[in-house]
């Protein structure tokens, strides 16, 4: 019988082919790469990496907005890479949120992508305290700061008040089956939109998804 050998290798992204070391035995690409993400990529490194459908939602946006969105994402995947992204493609923005279950009550902080810049908002804000007074908005929940560049975004304070948010959202899960790890679920698509360089549309009726669990 063969002997067993174990060994350690990186994998050169992107390549055509990937020849075993030990028998030279050649195997697609294709099939290597998938049993790779299967095996050794978490569901938060695949989630975070899982952004075509948001890309292709924000395209019609200038590539700055485009570029500061996706930052931003980037900012909030690292701090709470447990969560899931739940994506709205709606008629006036597209906007995008993290909850530690799949259910929009449960959003403690949000993005929407604007024609000139970013809102960094929290679902329930009128909640956190805030002793710096930075949150706009007067209703009885939302509260979200303008980002127009990335380096004016105050990112030391802010992780303080997503900790805070967080806790208060996972404080109100009361069913543990709802926790769920790591996805990202396109939650609605509006047939119509109302976005840069298009014509305004009627404000139609979101599709809403049923999330696949």
């Not at 952004?51 to 924000?58: D, P, R, T």
């Not at 969105?69 to 969560?83: H, I, K, T």
């Not at 006036?92 to 449960?106: E, Q």
């Not at 990335?150 to 543990?176: C, G, H, I, M, T």
Request: glycine share 4%; net charge positive.
């Amino acid at each position: 019988m063969g002997e067993a050998v174990i060994f350690s290798f990186t994998i050169p992204f992107p390549f055509n082919d990937f020849i075993c070391p030990t028998t030279s035995t050649h195997f697609r690409f294709k099939v290597i790469l998938i049993r790779f993400k299967q095996r050794y990529l978490s569901s938060s490194d695949m989630s975070k990496k899982d952004s075509g459908e948001l890309q292709q939602f924000i395209k019609p946006y200038p590539p700055k907005v485009q570029q500061l969105a996706l930052w931003l994402r980037e900012f909030v995947w690292d701090l709470y890479p447990n969560c899931n992204e739940l994506i709205y493609d709606n008629y006036n923005a597209v906007a995008f949120g993290w909850s530690p279950t799949v259910r929009l009550g449960h959003t403690f902080c949000s993005i929407a992508v604007m024609p000139r810049y970013v809102h960094f908002g929290f679902y329930w804000g009128s909640e956190l305290a805030d002793p710096k007074k930075i949150l706009q908005g007067k209703g009885r929940q939302y509260r979200y700061i303008i980002v127009n560049e990335q380096e004016e975004f105050p990112a030391s304070y802010v992780r303080r008040l997503l900790k805070e948010a967080y806790a208060n959202s996972v404080a109100r899960v009361k069913d543990e089956k709802e926790f769920v790890k790591s996805r990202t679920i396109v939650k609605s698509i509006s047939a119509l939109k109302k976005r840069p360089g298009m014509p305004p549309g009627r404000k139609p009726v979101s599709k809403k998804i049923k999330s696949q669990l």
